[in-house]
RNA sequence: GCGGCUGUGGCGAAAUUGGCAGACGCACUAGACUUAGGAUCUAGCGGGCAACCAUGGGGGUUCAAGUCCCUCCAGCCGCACCA
């Protein structure tokens, strides 16, 4: 091949590649592992732009480089195709998003294929595909089975829980757990009813449910994350968002504070993330402190410093238990308890629970008002005016536990419900809010600090200055030991405790939206229980429109048959510690399963009990011969049966019944299935004393399966029919209609073997879009495991990532979230690390530059607000800048300036050349470009300033901005694009020259052509321009060899410290010197293809074969440098009189210093600018420097 | 306001532990080859005629500072009444 054909060679060796599995990951293996993740990306329509493989690129090198390196290396990619934008685009267009996502995915697939990375696709996940989120419900069963033990602090398995609780009651139970939790004792807890037991471990559960404020964005028809909200709007859309009150799912990630800011500490991510990360977690050590409600207010004027209540001031501790009206202490959390006597007011949000028992008759109205005007305002406003100081005075009064000093209790909206307890103590001389409070509203300050910064009105305050004052005993203290010393008094006192607080809140984990994990929860009783881990997955069902129902549900409850079959015992029986065992079968008792005349024989105990079958349901025999003794009842019913028959059939009472059909182990005289109900004859021999036990166990157990029974004797059918109709209908009224996929066949759809059980609603919200990801890179160590998540050995193999990149945008949303779940399933023992990602990189945004071209024309002039408006020949626009060329003109009979006004026109970056646009393109632009209109209107292409070029090629000037790359900018680069043009090596290796990783810099493609014409000056190292191949096999000289060991050198050190462009400089300089020095032998070419390998593996492949070797470069071994071929015999030493470089001279490199001072200070030029001085001292840096100091 | 990061030629940048600032590349200029050039090759390329001046500004430590310290400024990102 003569010619370096990069669209050959690449297409070539990604064949190759394919086709030998070069990439596919080795396990198990002798080899050290190494594990490279990048953040796997949501597949959008928009596909990828040359932002996008950066990391890709960066990560691929450094797989290629430790695969070079003897590593088994896995490097896998997927898709988070769980996502928003193909559920909208669902609800817009009704195509399932499954299919938007595949399409989405092919693309995606296709564009990563033509840039030669080496991932092994074999392990490739998608976070919607069953056989993954599979497992991702697996885990949240797991999470829901689990509550948090603060004592071992880990989770452990809600049984360990029961049993603290059968044994001690709450006492001793140290859980991580709602607020509201009641206490109880062993002997109270073991008669509470099983139902009763799961009510309350429902507030344990490190999955729970519970009504809460949560983010609902009516835009988008569901609740949102913390994180998924920037300034009051949705992250994704910029739709509204609302507080309101809903049932939703949480995570109890607060359990997991303390330890994800502690193992921050460990971690090689950048500072920048762990910051966010530490103030997302926002812990404060402080002190709860309890203020007793005063039980009237005084009259008239207070002082919050003197004023006690008359025959409090003994000292004694005044309010018991119960403050006034009944109403118990008002807790306040503070970091600040050394302020105490500085305290002159309490501030409660709007929303705390006090505010309605403690305001006064007098001041209701007001504060009524304040609390609709403060909850009518939006988030957005709230943050918007942060300045504005609102409240009002509740009347009521609090008693300063420490001087029992009276102060008052307002509201503000500037304390937040959701912190601490909603509540502050106000110390308006050592707090800025507080300050401004108590200024806007006249009440006092006590100042309780001294010295220099304490000045709470200058700018220097520094709230942690001076010593106190007016504090009693504190008096004296710098802040410090005012701290220490006031927490210890009050927890003397019993008025509060040392507490540490933490910001971060249990995260909202369900999703109004049909495009995400189905939660494996079903409901019974209003209860929530999670489906069997042998039910998974549950699988998203087929809906007919993707948007909520008209009443407002998620799409999911469109569903037909949206329900849970009960199939384990419920999982509040602790049977045993072990969290994973399933609660065991009930076996059936002897004579059940028996129906009516014609019965099979009856099932011994676990006969007939496949063990994949549950303990309601018959094996497929059993069911055969249900079936056959069901037929044989229909063919020969009693005369009550066919009485009974006569007056139900062919829905004669509304509902469609059936008679003589199989349940579970047993045959129902009568059912209506989408009643549940079962209707039964019993013979005259039913009155005896077993038989009615019978009778009601078998009742009982058709309960459990879900059914109603109603039991009527043949007498009763005989003597009064209509009676006994009548109420079967009136029963069959009351009951609620459970649709199923078939309501007419589905429960007694038996052919599987899985027998008749009571359905239940399941949950219709989904999971949120960072489910999948809090764990998929433990998926990809065992991608395919249809038993586990991934097997233990594959986990203790891998154990964690070694380097993962990505963007720094999911610093509190999914870089958080993995970390807790990974902790919890550490917690478990299924994996052995305690964070999952050693070292993260956050890589640069690649922005772009947008070009713009001027047209100038229109008419100006100032309407009465002095704005100047812009007249254009087809509408009216508003501008900002104007150039004026004044002319006087006439409108409608006023005088105007007529000026001619720049408007900025967007062009696409495709038709820009060399910074400018030429005509033709630009006419081609309008022709062509069906977005014109929508995006530039009111132009006049007319009025733009053509120029022309020496071959009298007319042109626009343009000028640019750097911007951030998106389709509404015109300014996308697409890698096809690119790579069709130049090939894959040359953006590949473009993409790492750009700049350092982690900075974020604007693409240029017309810089790329130095990156172009560097491969090709590898090229031709090994061809000539006829195609002559000029390697040969003369042994490297000196020079030649150095050059070659510094550049492995080098790339090596770059490579490990992650610094990429530099390592392409090298690759250059490298390149440069070997051609100066016309080398073309073999050990040198070779080695140095295996070092571009990881940059550029096409070429290096390509040239690698045409050095006569058979087996692909990936797996050659990455050359040692030696490091005798870099020794210098000499180094020219710069020579600096007072630090400023004079002359250059050589010398030995292991000169001895003394005699190279001596020679340099006699060398005429420095001679020369001695002055003939004698130097004050001389600086040999060996093979460095000389300075001289005169 | 708080936190993190970043400021070096016309542009992307390099200088890893303080030791010749601007490697490498783009763009640009001149020349060569050529019917042609969005090809290739050669040379030049921070500013200044120069002494010198230059790493966002100012100050400091040091024989020596882009690099360390203080201070101010700008840009980007994140958080934002967190008690």
């Given at each position: ?858 008419i100006i002039w100032q309407d009465g607000?002095g704005?100047e408006l812009a007249l254009?020949?087809?509408?009216v ?9 004044d002319q006087e003109v006439i409108v409608n009979g006023q005088k105007l300036s007529n000026c ?291």
């Amino acid at each position: 091949m003569s010619e370096y054909k990069h669209q050959d060679i690449e297409k070539k060796w990604q064949r190759f590649w394919k086709e030998n599995q070069t990439f596919k990951t080795e396990f198990p293996s002798n080899k050290p592992k190494y594990y490279v993740l990048d953040m796997f990306p949501y597949p959008s329509g928009a596909g990828l732009h040359v932002g996008h493989p950066l990391g890709y690129i960066a990560t691929d090198i450094v797989a290629r480089y430790k695969r070079l390196k003897g590593y088994n290396v896995l490097h896998p990619m997927g898709y988070d195709s769980f996502g928003l934008p193909a559920e909208q685009y669902a609800v817009q267009t009704g195509q399932h998003p499954a299919i938007t996502t595949e399409n989405n995915i092919a693309r995606y697939r296709e564009q990563l294929d033509n840039i030669g990375f080496s991932y092994d696709w074999s392990r490739e996940v998608r976070t919607s595909n069953p056989d993954f989120y599979k497992w991702t419900q697996w885990i949240f069963i797991k999470i829901f089975n689990h509550w948090y033990n603060k004592e071992s602090d880990k989770a452990e398995p809600i049984q360990v829980l029961f049993k603290k609780f059968s044994e001690n009651g709450t006492k001793g139970v140290k859980a991580v757990c709602d607020e509201d939790v009641s206490t109880f004792t062993a002997q109270e807890w073991n008669n509470f009813s099983d139902e009763k037991k799961h009510e309350i471990s429902l507030k344990y559960r490190l999955a729970y449910l519970s009504n809460t404020f949560v983010n609902w964005c009516p835009g988008l028809g569901t609740v949102l994350a913390n994180e998924e909200v920037k300034d009051g709007v949705s992250e994704r859309g910029g739709f509204p968002v609302e507080r309101k009150e809903m049932a939703q799912w949480s995570m109890r990630i607060t359990a997991y504070a303390e330890r994800l800011l502690q193992d921050l500490d460990g971690l090689d991510w950048s500072d920048s993330i762990k910051e966010q990360q530490r103030y997302w977690i926002g812990k404060s050590k402080g002190c709860m402190l309890t203020f007793q409600i005063a039980p009237q207010p005084p009259k008239g004027e207070y002082s919050a410093a003197s004023s006690e209540i008359s025959g409090l001031s003994d000292g004694s501790s005044p309010f018991g238990g119960k403050g006034a009206a009944g109403v118990g202490g008002l807790s306040v959390f503070t970091t600040r308890v050394d302020t105490i006597y500085g305290v002159t007011y309490l501030t409660l949000a709007p929303e705390h629970e006090l505010v309605d028992k403690i305001t006064t008759p007098e001041q209701k109205a007001k504060v009524e008002a304040y609390i609709h005007y403060a909850k009518n305002k939006s988030e957005l406003d709230r943050q918007a005016d942060i300045k504005t100081v609102t409240g009002e005075f509740t009347g009521a009064y609090a008693i300063n536990p420490l001087n029992n000093a009276l102060i008052p209790i307002w509201i503000g909206e500037y304390v937040l419900a959701g912190y601490g307890t909603g509540a502050v103590m106000a110390v308006p001389s050592s707090d800025t809010r507080d300050y401004a409070f108590a200024k806007h509203f006249n009440l006092p300050i006590i100042n309780v600090q001294e010295g220099e910064k304490t000045d709470i009105t200058k700018e220097d305050f520094d709230p942690k200055a001076g010593t106190m004052i007016n504090s009693d005993f504190l008096n004296g203290m710098d802040v410090k030991s005012a701290l220490e010393a006031m927490t210890k008094r009050v927890e003397e006192l019993g008025v509060g405790y040392g507490k540490v607080n933490f910001k971060i809140r249990d995260s909202i984990f369900s999703r109004q939206r049909y495009w995400g994990e189905p939660i494996p929860v079903y409901f019974k009783n209003g209860l929530p229980y999670t489906l069997d881990e042998s039910q998974l997955p549950l699988e998203l069902p087929k809906i007919d429109e993707y948007k909520p129902t008209a009443n407002g549900e998620p799409p999911l409850a469109r569903a037909k048959g949206w329900v849970a079959q009960e199939i384990a015992s419920p999982q509040f029986f602790p049977n045993s510690d072990d969290s994973n065992q399933k609660a065991s079968p009930q076996p059936l008792s002897k004579g059940e399963g028996l129906s009516g005349k014609a019965s099979p024989q009856p099932l011994s105990k676990g006969e007939g009990l496949s063990k994949n079958y549950s303990h309601h349901t018959a094996n497929k025999e059993i069911w055969q011969t249900l079936k056959t003794n069901a037929r044989d009842n229909r063919k020969n019913p009693t005369e009550f049966e066919e009485l009974m028959w006569q007056n139900l059939r062919n829905e004669k009472l509304g509902y469609k019944i059936r008679r003589q059909h199989p349940i579970d182990n047993f045959i129902a005289d009568f059912i209506c299935v989408p009643k549940r109900l079962i209707i039964e004859i019993d013979g005259d021999i039913h009155l005896s004393k077993e038989n009615i036990e019978y009778d009601n166990y078998r009742t009982s157990l058709l309960n459990n399966l879900g059914y109603q029974v109603l039991r009527f004797s043949n007498t009763e059918v005989k003597e009064n029919i209509s009676k006994v109709c009548n109420k079967i209908k009136e029963k069959l009224d009351s009951l609620p209609s459970i649709t199923t996929n078939d309501a007419s066949t589905a429960p007694l759809s038996f052919g599987e073997g899985l027998g008749v059980r009571h359905q239940y609603p399941l949950e219709t919200s989904t999971m949120p879009g960072w489910a999948g990801s809090s764990w998929y890179f433990l998926r990809y160590m065992d991608a395919k495991n249809e038993s586990e998540f991934a097997s233990k050995a594959a986990l203790d193999y891998w154990q964690d990532v070694d380097l993962y990149l990505g963007g720094s945008e999911h610093a509190t949303g999914h870089l958080l979230y993995s970390r807790f779940w990974h902790k919890f399933l550490y917690d478990l023992g299924y994996v052995k690390t305690k964070e999952y990602a050693k070292k993260l990189i956050n890589q640069g945004m690649i922005s772009s530059y947008s070009y713009f071209v001027d047209s100038y024309k229109g008419i100006i002039w100032q309407d009465g607000n002095g704005t100047e408006l812009a007249l254009l020949a087809n509408g009216v626009s508003f501008i900002s800048s104007v150039n004026r060329k004044d002319q006087e003109v006439i409108v409608n009979g006023q005088k105007l300036s007529n000026c001619y006004f720049k408007k900025r026109i967007r062009i696409p970056i495709e038709y820009i050349e060399n910074n400018v646009v030429h005509k033709e393109k630009l006419e081609e632009f309008i022709k062509n470009d069906p977005l014109f209109d929508s995006y530039n209107i009111n132009i006049d292409f007319n009025n733009v300033v053509y120029e022309k070029d020496n071959s009298g090629r007319e042109f626009v000037s343009t000028h640019s901005e750097v911007e951030k790359m998106s389709k509404s900018k015109y300014n996308v680069v697409n890698p096809d694009d690119i790579v069709s043009k130049y090939g894959a090596d040359t953006l590949r290796m473009y993409e790492m020259f750009l700049g350092p990783l982690e900075l974020s810099k604007p693409w240029s493609t017309s810089s790329i052509s130095g990156v172009s014409r560097f491969l090709r000056n590898v090229w031709k190292m090994f061809y000539d321009e006829n195609g002559k191949f000029l390697v040969t096999d003369e042994t490297p000289n000196d020079k030649e060899l150095k050059a070659l060991h510094k550049t492995i050198k080098k790339v090596e050190e770059d490579i490990e410290r992650f610094s990429f462009n530099t390592s392409v400089s090298t690759f250059m300089v490298c390149v440069n010197e070997l051609s100066d020095l016309k080398c073309h032998k073999r050990a040198i070419l070779s080695d140095f293809l295996i070092i571009l390998a990881p940059y550029a593996p096409h070429i290096a492949e390509e040239l690698w074969e045409a050095l006569g070797n058979k087996n692909g470069i990936s797996y050659s071994t990455f050359p040692k440098h030696d490091e005798k071929y870099l020794i210098e015999s000499s180094f020219e030493y710069p020579i600096s009189i007072n630090g400023k470089v004079r002359h250059k001279m050589n010398f030995p490199a292991n000169m001895d210093l003394k005699q190279l001072e001596n020679e340099a200070l006699s060398t005429p030029e420095i001679i020369k600018w001695l002055e003939g001085k004698t130097p004050k001292k001389v600086i040999v840096v060996p093979n460095k420097i000389v300075n001289v100091v005169l």
